[in-house]
């Protein structure tokens, strides 16, 4: 009797995995977008932002892409459909964002937040009345942020159509990024930096032509590197954002054995882990411990299945 | 119970750490410059040093090619004395194939020829004339055009005692031809702070700026950063000073560039 021979299978293709993520990923973001609700009362003054307020607007990203992308099926997009207008109707159909913008004049989250609703439609005039007035002021230019969130706000502001100016050259210049430093000094939270400057320059890998052509061939350089070194200690929350970046290059990369893998990590209800420890604790537990690598799921299977079928 | 005249592992692994600084010494022109007879000399067991020769391989005539430091006859007839006791294996992998190679040629041009003679034109290319070790074919990671970046820099980290000035063979060919994915694995192994990696990686890159070739990564400031972690031991000791000599032998890098 002869031994089986062990070959290693060659992975699915990149489009089978993407999609699996993305609509295992949007299904848990919809069964469970419950437990992301606003205490009742709430008011612009919250006092943690981040708890359930900034996911509303991480879902209503997801959503809005899974709908641009328009690739989903008809359920698939009558899902995004739900969570967005679920998001928007706790938002209290904008109002939020504008009571939230009066009274935060130098916050940026409003705008951020809104740009992913205008980018499915959703519209609140008032709000964008306040956007214009604020963007007239010198403080928009002298608030102290750091770089890449400035490229949000010029994202933001150019999906919602307000006229301001951007230097989207000095502002690139000035992130991390921008500078093409030494690939091996990059650190966890620089690596997220890096995602979120790509990000902004190419909506989310709608624009990927925007990407100068230096961090074009620098991400194509050391992506593959940073891919693998997170990928080995589980982080999948920022390997899963590293594979948007993928996405949003001209000519994109994604590796087939990668995506599969991340696929296999992801549980069978859709959630994403956070990173490699255990999952624990109740819904509730998890939907706030892992709402994050589950919604970068979805964005980054949306783009990657998007990128793969346009080739 | 452990026969106490039988060499240990730790033995070993301290002799190789010793011949490592001794070679770091004379590279570094400090110390005695007959670097490989004194050390088995002076050994309490010299087989034991003998089989550190071997575990060096090209590396010990480093201060010959980079410091042009003596390398005597006492010196030649220690290294040929180590291929006598430890014959390079038949089967070895292709890896340990090529820096047996090329020691067995190095120990060729200094066996009686004077330094300075390029390895490619030492008469002695025979098999006849390297003891019996033929020319292995090109390293698996490292020959393969297919291999992936990663198992391409596992490989040359592995063969990183060939990187050194006047050697050449398409292994050399490899490292120009994949300047590329080895930044990355330069890039990979600082990331993960294994700095031996790291060391021996940089090496090549040194090696491919020395030939006029660009890495992608500014090996200068790469080098710069691993002398001063100066962790790894005396072999990345060995490793990182043999990237600095190969430095400090070319034309400065451009700062800057777009992938710097």
């Given amino acids: 009797m002869s031994t089986p021979r062990t070959t290693a299978e060659a992975p699915a293709p990149v489009g089978r995995s993407a999609h699996r993520v993305s609509t295992r990923a949007l299904g848990w973001l919809r069964r469970h977008c419950e437990l992301g609700t606003l205490p009742p009362g709430t008011t612009s003054d919250m006092a943690d932002p981040d708890s359930i307020y900034k996911p509303l607007g991480e879902t209503a990203l997801a959503a809005s892409l899974v709908l641009r992308e328009g690739l989903a099926s008809a359920s698939e997009e009558r899902t995004a459909r739900e969570l967005l207008d679920f998001a928007w109707w706790e938002l209290r159909g904008g109002d939020m964002l504008y009571e939230r913008q009066l009274r935060y004049m130098m916050m940026v989250d409003p705008l951020e937040l809104y740009a992913h609703f205008v980018r499915a439609g959703y519209r609140h005039r008032r709000l964008e009345a306040l956007l214009d007035h604020l963007g007239g002021l010198v403080t928009m230019d002298a608030v102290e942020q750091v770089p890449n969130r400035r490229l949000a706000v010029a994202n933001a502001a150019r999906l919602t159509g307000l006229a301001r100016e951007t230097d989207w050259k000095r502002l690139t210049d000035a992130t991390w990024l921008g500078n093409t430093p030494e690939p091996w000094v990059i650190d966890w939270m620089t690596a997220y930096c890096v995602t979120h400057t790509v990000f902004h320059i190419t909506d989310w890998g709608a624009r990927p032509g925007d990407l100068p052509p230096h961090l074009e061939e620098y991400l194509q350089l050391w992506l593959p590197v940073w891919l693998d070194i997170w990928r080995e200690v589980q982080e999948w929350d920022l390997v899963t954002e590293l594979l948007i970046v993928g996405s949003c290059l001209r000519e994109p990369y994604a590796d087939p054995a990668l995506w599969e893998e991340l696929a296999s990590v992801q549980h069978e209800d859709g959630l994403m882990p956070r990173d490699g420890k255990e999952v624990e604790g109740d819904a509730a537990q998890r939907f706030r411990d892992h709402h994050h690598p589950t919604v970068v799921a979805a964005v980054a299977g949306t783009l990657a299945l998007s990128r793969a079928a346009r080739r | ?260």
């Fill in chain 2, 1 to 260: 119970m452990p026969n106490p005249d039988t060499p240990s592992r730790t033995d070993y692994t301290a002799a190789v750490e010793s011949l490592a600084d001794r070679v770091l010494g004379a590279l570094r022109g400090a110390g005695d410059p007959a670097v490989v007879a004194s050390q088995v000399d002076e050994a309490p067991d010299p087989k034991v040093a003998l089989a550190a020769v071997r575990v060096l391989g090209p590396d010990v005539f480093a201060p010959a090619l980079l410091a042009e430091a003596p390398f005597g006859p006492g010196d030649a007839r220690a290294v040929a004395e180590s291929l006598r006791i430890f014959p390079p294996a038949p089967d070895a992998a292709p890896e340990a194939a090529w820096r047996d190679w090329t020691t067995v040629r190095l120990l060729a041009r200094y066996g009686g020829g004077s330094p300075g003679e390029t390895l490619t034109d030492t008469p002695a290319d025979t098999p006849e004339d390297t003891l019996g070790v033929r020319e292995p074919t090109p390293p698996g990671g490292a020959g393969s055009p297919g291999s992936s970046w990663r198992e391409l820099s596992l490989s040359m980290a592995q063969l990183s005692p060939l990187a050194l000035p006047n050697v050449d063979g398409p292994v050399h060919e490899t490292a120009l031809d994949r300047l590329r994915d080895l930044s990355r694995g330069a890039a990979r192994a600082m990331l993960r702070r294994d700095y031996p990696t790291a060391a021996r990686l940089a090496r090549w890159l040194a090696c491919a700026l020395h030939r006029g070739a660009r890495p992608d990564l500014d090996t200068a400031a790469l080098v710069r950063h691993l002398e001063l972690h100066c962790g790894g031991g005396g072999r990345t000791a060995l490793d990182t000073a043999v990237a600095r000599g190969l430095l400090d032998r070319t034309q400065p890098q451009r700062p800057g560039g777009p992938t710097a």
